[in-house]
């Protein structure tokens, strides 16, 4: 790459930073400092070339006409989108005499950041504010939008592993779709699934809403919203009570089938089918065609998390694997975010050491409460400092949030590429920076492989990288940690564990050159990691049962913080 086509145009490594699971490789071309083609990578083995419509313009969103360039600050009504240009001194000397103010008065847990994956990078994004705030001694926010459920319930369940490799689907026999739309939402999975297909798999999409995926399935099956633990239940009597689990594989690698075959007695098809809307004989057909076909394989989507009971219901679908045995074959598990596998160092990312003890939590799905004081903190919150999110779009009760945002006494800071409807509302407003315009790694959590992204162009204006801000930030605020003062490359030198095992071979200047790398975690044509268990639990067992379990927010969403988790107990 960054071979040069003619005088002037060059090509460089790229990956899409959008919060998708598949995460795709791409191809910057540069002519005279100007971004002017974004392509699929066709030399990646996963996203083979293709991106999604949302990218298929992305050199023009860049130098969109409405972008912002400048700083700027209010000066109008809260919501009316009148600002004026700023320089960078005076907003960041705005905002620094704005939090220490706030600190001297009410305390520095009086400061709340707000992001999310509005760009998956390691260096600038859902994480890359969380060491600043740390050192700031700012209230710790659960970053909770979607995934967290599921993350609890998986880790429970089988611990952080990554489960089947999504590319060895290919070599699976009969193929499970749980609440997941892949042709639309998980499209390079979907290509390997359906080339499975067409050599004689057959792909079963469970789903309430008749999907493209759904369409597109051998078989559609459409549980009532809400039921799809039921189902799985269900599923669980029937193998359990025909004989159709794999006996060894339970008794040498997981713990509680005992309990589990009592729980799932009275769980009959009959059951189910009062809850579920499915008839009996469907989920019959459905459990036997599972539990015979070798190797089975299970994608679960996010979608099943979002009803009441639904990190109960990922619990119940995650054990199906460890209950027939399918662990045992290339091809065979379940499918989750691969992402627990990647040597990606959270600690030093978010360096929750510098976190004071006692720190204040606060879950951005309730921001509306918390900013109107309808949830009564210690420290109520005067300042918002926002990035990679959209929260007045995003989050819910919308009106909550607008009715905080619009508070004189709150402070609220934005860094965005343009005024978005939660930027409406900030008194100070920075303008960041794009893909093409920073270095970064982007995060997977829908395959096996490492995505560098090149700083290829300059930012229009003055635009600057999310992690520039903070550096610059951390320098006013006097704060001397190493962290703070390393460069993007330095910051990803230091955010993955080079020396892994899964890492053998592969260093950045690899990932500079060639753009992307698969993990050595095996192929897709031999990866068995739980041949014989090996799970990544306290029993290296899959776990049916876990005693005391209390419920918890996995760590990179709220800043690798185990203070105030929810901590109610499970069943």
């Known amino acids: 790459m960054n071979a040069p086509v003619d005088s002037n145009v060059k090509t460089f490594h790229g990956g899409c930073p959008h919060d998708c699971p598949d995460t795709c490789s791409m191809v910057y071309t540069v002519q005279d400092n100007k971004l002017i083609s974004v392509k699929g990578n066709s030399d990646h083995p ?14 023009k969103r860049h130098y969109h006409p409405d972008r912002l360039l400048y700083p700027m600050k209010r000066i109008g009504p809260k919501g009316s989108k009148q600002f004026t240009r700023i320089t960078w001194d005076e907003a960041l000397d705005t905002i620094v005499d704005k939090w220490q103010s706030i600190i001297k008065t009410d305390g520095s847990q009086a400061i709340m950041p707000a992001s999310y994956l509005g760009n998956q990078g390691l260096v600038h994004g859902l994480n890359g504010g969380d060491a600043f705030f740390a050192r700031l001694g700012a209230t710790v926010t659960e970053r909770t939008f979607c995934g967290e459920g599921s993350c609890t319930a998986w880790l429970l369940t089988v611990g952080p592993t990554a489960g089947v490799c999504p590319e060895s689907f290919i070599h699976s026999k009969y193929i499970i779709i749980w609440a997941c739309n892949s042709v639309s939402t998980n499209l390079h999975h979907w290509h390997i699934i359906h080339e499975a297909q067409k050599k004689g798999t057959k792909v079963v999409v469970i789903d309430s809403y008749a999907s493209k995926t759904a369409k597109e399935a051998d078989w559609h099956i ?11 239940m269900a599923m669980m009597n029937v193998i359990i009570s025909e004989g159709l689990q794999d006996q060894d594989y339970i008794d040498n690698y997981t713990v509680g089938f005992k309990e589990l075959a009592e729980r799932a007695k009275t769980r009959t098809p009959e059951w189910a089918e009062k809850i579920t809307g499915i008839a009996a004989d469907d989920i019959r057909k459905l ?28 619990r119940a679908v995650t054990c199906l694997p460890a209950l027939t045995g399918a662990w045992r074959h290339v091809g065979g598990g379940i499918l989750q975010f691969p992402v627990w596998e990647h040597p990606y160092k959270f600690d030093v990312i978010c360096r929750p050491d510098l976190i004071p003890e006692g720190t204040q939590v606060a879950n951005i799905l309730q921001l509306g409460r918390v900013l109107t004081g309808e949830i009564k903190l210690n420290t109520p919150i005067k300042s918002l400092m926002v990035w990679n999110t959209n929260p007045v779009t995003q989050s819910p009760e ?31 407003v920075l303008p ?17 492989y490492l995505t560098y992204n090149a700083k290829c162009v300059d930012a229009p204006g003055e635009a600057i ?79 049916f049962l876990v005693e005391g379990a209390k419920n ?20």
Not at 222 to 232: F, Q, Y
Not at 418 to 425: H, M, S
Not at 432 to 448: K, P, V, Y
């Open 46 to 59: 996963m996203t083979r070339g293709g991106l999604c419509v949302k990218l298929k313009d992305y050199e």
């Open 465 to 543: 990288s999310n992690n520039e801000i903070f550096r610059q930030l951390a320098k006013r605020l006097g704060f001397e940690e190493e962290n703070f003062k390393w460069s993007d490359s330095e910051c990803l030198e230091n955010y993955v564990n080079w020396d892994a095992p899964a890492c053998d071979g592969i260093d950045l200047n690899y990932l500079r050159e060639h753009g992307f790398a698969r993990l050595n975690v095996g192929t897709k044509d031999n990866r068995a990691p739980h041949k014989e268990g090996n799970f990544p639990t306290p029993t290296g067992k899959c776990m």
């Open 287 to 314: 459990a036997r065609e599972y539990a015979t076909a070798t190797p089975s394989a299970i994608r679960i989507g996010v979608a099943l998390e979002r009803s009441y009971g639904g990190s109960q219901a990922i």
């Open 552 to 571: 918890f927010v996995a760590g990179p969403f709220r800043q690798m913080y185990e203070g105030f988790q929810p901590g109610e107990d499970l069943d």
């Open 432 to 448: 960041a920076t794009m893909g093409a315009e920073m270095e970064d790694m982007i995060l997977s959590w829908g395959h096996l």
């Open 398 to 428: 919308t009106d909550k949030i607008i009715k905080g945002l619009e508070r004189e006494d709150l402070f609220t800071v934005v860094a965005d590429h343009f005024i978005t409807d939660t930027a409406a509302y900030a008194d100070i």
């Open 222 to 232: 459409a549980p009532k919203p809400g039921t799809d633990g039921a189902l799985a």
